[in-house]
């Protein structure tokens, strides 16, 4: 079976415990000192986009650079950074001197049944949004109050700690979305490479995929430049200039690289295959995965 284990990485990644005992039906939470987790030694604080699952909020204490895809946006010292696993982004450190603190969390932690607000409804996580806001001393102080809350409540043993901390997460949300966010700076260096990047990672970002009644949630070149907010043309010529192949080219291509493993290495059939990865006519799947390989998906996976 294959599965997605972006929350293990994470832990991994960064060297972090990962906490026992969080019930499935709770959805995921953890906060963060930012500077007990980067290597310190090496300087690698570097945050790519990798294949994220989680939302995060960052409380950024230090020059930084966030970059989305057609938009670079820097941090002079203190911020907050509001992430989504949908919308692209790396984060790159200006100077060694990086501290503040950070939450992440699933989409089941905040559900609309424990919430009554969808996330991926909220302004602030709307694709084309700039959700990185400088914040005043004063704000500073507000905001490491919040996180501090976090950190002590996460590790108390409250009966309905979470339901604190989900109440604390909101009240993160609802302070970012009432702030200014920074301007963006001019966008016309680096912003063909920058998005291309930012492409490849979105779409690397939907594989492997779990099961067959999950298919992908992302399968045209529209889907993508909504995503990336910007427009379709625009970013079919930026991926015309900078790979040669057009964005449904590349599309295509990692659906049959998926579709090739699918059927070696795993006992979907090829109509679940062709369903996960976007087809609902099986038809015309296998007329396509001939067209690329010049096999029929069974004479492939005999």
């Known amino acids: 079976m294959i599965t997605n284990s972006s929350l293990d990485d994470f832990y991994q990644r960064n060297g972090a415990s990962h906490p026992e005992g969080?019930?499935?039906?709770?959805?995921?939470?953890?906060?963060?000192?930012?500077?007990?987790?980067?290597?310190?030694?090496?300087?690698?604080?570097?945050?790519?986009?990798?294949?994220?699952?989680y939302y995060k909020i960052s409380w950024l204490r230090g020059k930084s650079r966030a970059e989305?895809?057609?938009?670079?946006?820097?941090?002079?010292e203190n911020a907050l950074l509001f992430a989504t696993p949908k919308i692209p982004y790396h984060w790159l450190p200006a100077d060694s001197n990086q501290t503040g603190m950070f939450c992440i969390f699933t989409t089941d932690f905040l559900s609309p049944g424990k919430t009554g607000l969808g996330l991926d409804?909220?302004?602030?996580?709307?694709?084309?949004?700039?959700?990185?806001?400088?914040?005043?001393?004063?704000?500073?102080?507000?905001?490491?109050y919040i996180f501090r809350k976090m950190l002590k409540e996460l590790n108390t043993d409250y009966q309905y700690k979470f339901d604190l901390l989900r109440t604390l997460v909101m009240e993160l949300i609802h302070y970012g979305q009432k702030l200014q966010p920074i301007s963006a700076l001019s966008t016309s260096q680096n912003a063909s490479e920058r998005i291309s990047s930012l492409f490849?990672?979105?779409?690397?970002?939907?594989?492997p995929l779990e099961s067959p009644q999950q298919p992908l949630s992302l399968r045209?070149?529209?889907d993508y430049a909504d995503r990336l907010a910007v427009h379709v043309n625009h970013l079919n010529k930026v991926l015309k200039e900078v790979t040669?192949?057009?964005?449904?080219?590349?599309i295509g291509s990692r659906i049959i690289q998926e579709a090739k493993i699918l059927l070696k290495q795993t006992h979907w059939s090829v109509s679940e295959i062709a369903y996960a990865l976007g087809y609902?006519?099986?038809?015309?799947?296998s007329k396509?995965?001939?067209k690329q390989t010049s096999f029929t998906p069974i004479a492939f996976r005999a």
Do not use: C, W
């Open 22 to 53: 969080i019930a499935r039906e709770i959805g995921h939470f953890n906060v963060f000192e930012s500077e007990k987790l980067f290597d310190k030694i090496t300087g690698n604080r570097i945050m790519p986009y990798s294949r994220r699952a």
């Open 68 to 76: 989305y895809a057609d938009k670079v946006i820097d941090v002079q």
């Open 121 to 144: 409804e909220l302004p602030i996580f709307q694709p084309g949004q700039l959700p990185v806001f400088q914040l005043s001393e004063t704000e500073v102080q507000e905001i490491e």
């Open 200 to 207: 490849i990672e979105l779409l690397e970002r939907q594989f």
């Open 220 to 222: 045209s070149a529209k």
């Open 244 to 250: 040669g192949n057009t964005t449904s080219e590349i």
């Open 280 to 285: 609902d006519d099986l038809a015309h799947f």
């Open 288 to 290: 396509y995965f001939k």
